[in-house]
């Protein structure tokens, strides 16, 4: 069983900065692929970026060149580095845990709000 607290979430102006972190716990950090999927209201929950086992990152095309996702095995951490926040990235943003078996563990979410 793998447990996922996220933190860093907030309100922000638009054009503004956050950075999301998850600390994983319960698991091998190392056997983990991680990622970030984000909800807004209304919405179905969509993925936004993906940190893979062998070092490889995945983005959706929304967040392409404004964030980017990093991973630090020896705090056993997955970051969500968002710049050139808009409006439109209002949402609940989730950590994702996947096992080498393919079960996916949520993190609670953290609330990003971007507005004026």
């Known amino acids: 069983q793998v447990q996922l607290l996220e933190s860093g979430g907030g309100l922000v102006q638009p054009g503004g900065s956050l950075r999301l972190s998850c600390t994983a716990s319960?698991?091998?950090?190392?056997?983990?692929?991680m990622g970030w999927f984000r909800q807004a209201p209304g919405k179905e929950r969509q993925f936004v970026a993906h940190?893979?086992?062998?070092?490889?990152?995945y983005y959706d095309d929304s967040v392409e060149g404004r964030f980017t996702i990093s991973r630090d095995n020896a705090k056993n951490t997955v970051s969500l580095q968002m710049n050139s926040l808009k409006p439109e990235d209002t949402a609940v943003y989730y950590c994702?845990?996947?096992?080498?078996?393919?079960?996916?563990?949520w993190g609670q979410g953290t609330q990003v709000t971007v507005s004026t």
């Open positions: 319960g698991g091998t950090f190392r056997s983990l692929a």
């Open positions: 940190f893979s086992r062998t070092g490889s990152t």
């Open positions: 994702t845990a996947d096992t080498s078996s393919y079960t996916r563990y």
